[in-house]
């Protein structure tokens, strides 16, 4: 049995970021970056205008000026010249005709027949967006290991990277294991429990960047599990598995990796979650869950969700953690680091703690709705108020 640090220590040291993939724009959404983007030229590309208005000569003493014909719209080429005593009209993001330094607002002009006159003085250069002035030409626009939201992908349009090489999406196959359990949609039979973990997995994993292949329910018994795990891993970067990794006659699991590959570790001193088996098949990592289905959620929050995102490129791997206070006593478990789910609530400087009721391993209530793990060591009664770190589940909002 090893501490959960050195679980964790041992899972990272052996997962790694999956090659990097050429991939369009449309498709890079959320992932991480594999190569610095540089700026071919400037943006704008052009010096434009930042308003609808007229291109003058900004020094121009003339009390009225004659309109140009020439007329600058977007997406045309720059017009004909503006020289003092004329002005030229132009639209937002056209580009400023030869000759003009500066763009008077439509408001603050009055037209007179074919002449225009303006009702405030004109400053060198207002209203002109230069070019470069957004991105210059050579700068580093993005830098490897950044993570592709909105701003970014639009970055990378911008300067016509519109494909990119980025860390792919960890396929992971889930499956499921046990004699008793049977599809959801099922009525069990006397004995038989619904597959919740499978499902449950699967959001896990999507909800962590990766891409979940569902591999179904395999019975307790060794030839069949064995064939399901190999083609589990012909197909996929990762393996999760729930159930069958306890110490009972029918499970398997643990075994059956310790053949196809190395197993790291298969007891944690943790709770939920004792019965953890971390493997490696070539360099594939193999998550062997516990059936309970609290414990398969908190494990993989635990330990699988960074390592799908080691493996889909990220930096940051876990959580955000913060000091709470208890808001009633909590009754630590007398050996196990215990990782108590609640709902933690910030007020004014404090975040406070309260457990979401029984916290057997098997009442998946207790994970519904928590938006945190709080971090219980083993030790004497928590009174009220006693400060604890919890582990944050929602990233939004938080630090
Ligand atoms: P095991 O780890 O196989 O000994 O299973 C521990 C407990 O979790 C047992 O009560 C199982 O019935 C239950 N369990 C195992 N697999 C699943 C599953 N896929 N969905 C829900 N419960 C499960
Ligand atoms: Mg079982």
């Given amino acids: 049995m090893i501490e959960p ?5 041992r899972i990272i040291a052996r997962v790694n970021p999956l090659p990097p993939v050429c991939r369009r724009l449309d498709e890079v959404g959320g992932l991480v970056l594999a190569e610095d983007v540089r700026a071919e030229g400037d943006h704008p590309p052009f010096a434009a205008s930042t308003v609808d208005g007229w291109a003058v000569v900004a020094e121009d003493e003339s009390p009225q000026r004659r309109i140009l014909e020439a007329e600058g719209r977007a997406g045309t080429a720059p017009g004909a010249r503006v020289v003092p005593g004329t002005a030229a009209r132009i639209m937002t993001g056209a580009p400023i005709p030869p000759g003009a330094d500066a763009v008077v607002m ?14 405030r003085a004109v400053r060198p250069g207002e209203n002109v967006r230069p070019a470069g002035s957004d991105v210059q030409a050579g700068q580093v626009v993005l830098r490897a290991g950044t993570v592709l939201g909105p701003a970014e992908v ?23 294991t046990g004699d008793e359990v049977v599809e959801p949609w099922k ?13 449950a997995l699967m959001v896990a994993v999507r909800e962590a960047g990766g891409e979940a292949i569902s591999m179904g329910i395999v019975p307790d018994r060794p030839e069949g599990m064995r064939e399901r795990l190999r083609a ?3 197909e996929a970067d990762a393996l999760i598995t729930s159930g069958g990794v306890s110490v009972g006659r029918y499970d398997h699991i643990g ?19 004792k019965p953890l088996t971390f493997a490696t098949v070539g360099n594939k990592p193999c998550f062997a869950l516990p059936g309970n289905p609290v414990s398969a959620l908190v494990s993989f929050e635990l330990y699988v969700r960074p390592a799908l995102r080691r493996m889909a490129g990220h930096a940051r791997l876990r ?22 789910r609640a709902v933690v609530e910030r007020e004014e400087d404090e975040w406070w703690a309260r457990t979401t009721g029984a916290q057997a391993s098997s009442r998946l209530l207790s994970m519904a709705g928590a938006n945190a793990l709080l971090r ?24």
């Fill in 232 to 234: 589990a891993l012909a």
């Fill in 319 to 340: 959580r955000p953690e913060v000091t709470v206070h208890l808001r009633h006593p909590v009754q630590p478990d007398p050996e196990r680091l215990e990782f108590m």
């Fill in 154 to 176: 639009g970055l990378l349009a911008t300067v016509g990277h519109w494909e990119v090489w980025v860390y792919p999406r960890p396929r992971v196959a889930v499956l499921s």
């Fill in 5 to 9: 640090e050195e679980a964790w220590e």
């Fill in 106 to 119: 439509l408001e603050d002009s009055v037209v007179e027949g074919d002449f225009v006159r303006f009702t």
């Fill in 255 to 273: 075994p059956i990796l310790a053949e196809l590959g190395t197993v790291h570790f298969n007891r944690v001193r943790q709770k939920p979650g």
């Fill in 376 to 399: 219980i060591p083993p030790g004497p009664t928590l009174p009220e108020g006693a400060a604890v770190t919890a582990i944050l589940l929602e990233n939004d909002g938080h630090p």
């Fill in 187 to 199: 009525t069990p039979a006397p004995g038989q429990i619904r597959d919740s973990n499978r499902y």
